[in-house]
């Protein structure tokens, strides 16, 4: 970002020469772009097991060890026989404290004082310390490097979403996918929908035909503020940023890509490919802290002029609605559960479990997020390695293609954030000042 406060779409979008890196990131998606109506199609899902098969022990490391990175530890050893958690890893010590004590308490888990690793190369003493899987939940800044790291050392990884928060991350991220294809490794990413047996019913039927030919499509992220961190006094400028890093551009993406990416991904799964370019705008109203926005509205346009509106909005005493919905030549979805026709009336409804009294449930029958682990697990016992990294990448460089237009006022393409240099946050990570000077962006101002 420039130093005066101006934003411009150069800035933004400083292209590099990238050997080929576009062209090979949109095979997988745009090889089988258009909406067969076989029952043959192939079909992006995995094997979806309600346990991980038995086998020998599998050692994991987390890598992030905050609530999201807690919970993805116990949905680990949720999802079947012989599988532990045996190192910790965090910039911060009271970080690795509060996860031993809850998956002590809820898992009866004890990790070793001497597999507990602070600070910032944590994670490399992590990766050598001699686990099977490393999973990671740090802020997605960190996620590029730390899953190159994690491959290099030919661990299977689990790692959330969004996979980076700049056009150089998703580049890194690719790259490192395809460096995992090449080693037999398994990777599954945080992208909860893809592993519910809801929504993959639907995905089947859509694939297959059931709303004919893709026209238009529709999201919303609208929900309430996310948390903040007021700074305080002990705290250097870099350990409030970390602290606070859902508020930070550089940190976390800003929530169009850290949060909408589960929206932007729906669609793109379903679609079966990218987006070529984006046109939107933002604000921040009401944000406290960090340098983000708090809404967004984006039209995305596919090769064949499908255009794909996506709207989100983290601000309290608003309307609320996660939702999606994809329409046909034929009828349309909520991509969830249902399947309608032109005249409302349902064609396909997922059967959910039932309670004890015979009603639905409205839930699947196994948690997503446990469900994640027990693909991951699955893929590496039956020993058909399964990655989902490029898809999540691809998803992820969507949503930063829509930040950057709204940001700049401007259009922008696919072919231009693909080859762009753009790299969010300093190069080196140390507790004390940042060198570089946030500000929220103002569209138009180049």
Request: net charge neutral; charged share 20%.
């Amino acid at each position: 970002m420039e130093r005066d406060g101006r934003i411009s779409r150069r800035n933004f979008l400083s292209k590099t020469a990238i050997a080929g890196i576009a062209g090979v990131a949109g095979v997988k998606l745009l090889s089988s772009c258009s909406q067969s109506k076989s029952e043959n199609v192939k079909l992006d899902i995995p094997t979806l097991n309600p346990v991980a098969p038995d086998g020998p022990t599998l050692k994991a490391g987390l890598i992030g060890c905050g609530g999201r990175g807690t919970g993805a530890a116990i949905n680990f050893v949720d999802a079947g026989p012989n599988l532990e958690i045996v190192a910790l890893a965090d910039v911060f010590q009271d970080k690795i404290d509060q996860c031993r004590v809850k998956l002590k308490e809820q898992r009866k888990i004890e990790v070793a004082d001497e597999k507990c690793f602070v600070g910032f190369d944590a994670y490399q003493k992590l990766i050598d310390s001699g686990v099977d899987i490393v999973i990671h939940a740090t802020p997605p800044h960190f996620r590029p490097e730390h899953f190159a790291a994690a491959v290099q050392a030919r661990k299977h990884v689990f790692i959330e979403k969004p996979l980076a928060v700049d056009p150089a991350g998703v580049r890194s991220v690719l790259a490192t996918g395809k460096k995992a294809d090449g080693l037999g490794l398994s990777v599954v990413t945080g992208t909860i929908y893809r592993h519910r047996l809801d929504y993959i019913e639907v995905y089947k039927k859509v694939r297959q035909g059931a709303i004919g030919d893709i026209v238009s499509a529709n999201s919303y992220y609208n929900t309430v503020q996310s948390w903040h961190r007021n700074p305080k006094a002990e705290w250097s400028e870099m350990e409030y940023m970390l602290r606070d890093w859902m508020n930070w551009c550089w940190l976390a993406g800003d929530h169009i890509v850290e949060q909408n990416v589960h929206n932007i991904d729906n669609v793109m799964w379903f679609m079966d490919k990218h987006p070529v370019k984006a046109l939107g705008f933002g604000s921040r109203q009401r944000r406290l802290t960090g340098d983000i926005y708090d809404n967004f509205s984006v039209d995305f346009v596919f090769d064949d002029d499908v255009h794909y509106h996506n709207m989100c909005r983290q601000i309290n005493g608003c309307s609320k609605n996660v939702s999606d919905q994809i329409m046909g030549t034929q009828g349309y979805t909520n991509l969830r559960n249902t399947i309608y026709n032109h005249d409302g009336s349902v064609q396909y409804t997922y059967p959910y479990p039932v309670d004890e009294k015979g009603q639905s449930t409205g839930r699947v029958a196994v948690n997503p997020y446990v469900q994640e682990h027990i693909d991951l697990v699955t893929a590496i016992r039956t020993n058909k390695p399964y990655n989902t990294a490029e898809a999540t990448a691809l998803s992820t460089m969507a949503g930063i293609m829509g930040r950057i237009s709204a940001y700049t006022g401007n259009e922008v393409t696919w072919e231009e954030v693909m080859n762009s240099d753009l790299r969010l946050g300093p190069t080196h990570y140390s507790f004390g000042p940042v060198n570089l000077k946030p500000e929220v962006p103002v569209p138009g101002k180049a």
